[in-house]
């Protein structure tokens, strides 16, 4: 129970106001948690399908490496490896969701230079490399997607807690106050009261 220092009506007013502060703050918070939950469930979502997605993706860019590695010489694809230049483009896109700064990043493999000619590869290569591109875009949005479920949890835990406080600790002492004060005013009163009566006998 919260003890105020003074029972008096200057007191009662000013915890009663504190105590519409607490319950519109907790109503607020409460609201932004649900709104939260609501975003995250739907970023978890989008990861299960990105999981499955990326899984299936691998074993097709494995598949087709693995079978174009049988077509050529080992050598040859070591030299590709090596000779050729690929540069990993980045494209970053903040998304504010609740005054919460939360970044997504676009992946993709730009080929600055080819050094060997396009019929020197194979087209089980080729593919594989198109399917590599797509696979690092998916990996590049799905690693943002569980940073930004990171953050959300984060938030959600720590709205959580501010509710639960405000619900189960502030917001209830602050009514046994009142509750406190009220009941010590209509003690004074009715004291004033017998007092006047006995004065008046």
Same mark, same amino acid.
């Given at each position: 129970?919260?003890?105020?220092?003074?029972? *008096?009506?200057?007191?009662?007013?000013?915890?009663? !106001?504190?105590? @519409?502060?607490?319950?519109?703050?907790?109503?607020?918070?409460? %609201?932004?948690?649900?709104?939260?939950?609501?975003?995250?469930?739907?970023?978890?979502?989008?990861?299960? !399908?990105?999981?499955?997605?990326?899984?299936?993706?691998?074993?097709?860019?494995?598949? #087709?490496?693995?079978? $174009?590695?049988?077509?050529?010489?080992?050598?040859?694809?070591?030299?590709?490896?090596?000779?050729?230049?690929?540069?990993?483009?980045?494209?970053?896109?903040?998304?504010?969701?609740?005054?919460?700064? *939360? *970044?997504?990043? %676009?992946?993709? @493999?730009?080929?600055?230079?080819?050094? =060997?000619? =396009?019929?020197?590869?194979?087209?089980?290569? %080729?593919?594989?490399?198109?399917?590599?591109?797509?696979?690092?875009?998916?990996?590049?949005?799905?690693?943002?997607?569980? !940073?930004?479920? &990171?953050?959300?949890?984060?938030?959600?835990?720590? *709205?959580?807690? /501010?509710?639960?406080?405000?619900?189960?600790?502030?917001?209830?002492?602050?009514?046994? &106050? @009142?509750? #406190?004060? $009220? =009941? /010590?005013?209509?003690? #004074?009163? /009715?004291?004033?009261?017998?007092? @006047?009566?006995?004065? /008046?006998?």
């Amino acid at each position: 129970m919260l003890i105020p220092l003074n029972a *008096t009506r200057q007191e009662l007013l000013r915890l009663k !106001k504190r105590e @519409i502060i607490a319950v519109r703050g907790h109503k607020l918070l409460k %609201d932004r948690q649900e709104q939260l939950l609501r975003i995250l469930l739907s970023y978890i979502e989008e990861i299960k !399908k990105l999981r499955k997605e990326v899984y299936e993706e691998t074993k097709e860019v494995l598949k #087709y490496l693995s079978s $174009s590695f049988l077509l050529e010489k080992e050598i040859f694809y070591e030299n590709i490896f090596i000779n050729q230049n690929y540069e990993l483009s980045i494209k970053e896109s903040i998304i504010p969701l609740l005054n919460i700064k *939360t *970044t997504l990043y %676009d992946f993709s @493999i730009l080929e600055k230079e080819k050094l =060997f000619p =396009f019929y020197q590869t194979s087209s089980l290569f %080729d593919i594989a490399l198109e399917k590599l591109n797509s696979l690092i875009k998916k990996l590049g949005r799905l690693s943002a997607l569980l !940073k930004i479920v &990171a953050i959300l949890s984060y938030e959600i835990e720590k *709205t959580r807690r /501010r509710v639960n406080a405000l619900e189960y600790h502030l917001i209830p002492k602050i009514r046994s &106050a @009142i509750r #406190y004060i $009220s =009941f /010590r005013l209509s003690e #004074y009163e /009715r004291e004033n009261l017998i007092r @006047i009566m006995r004065i /008046r006998k």
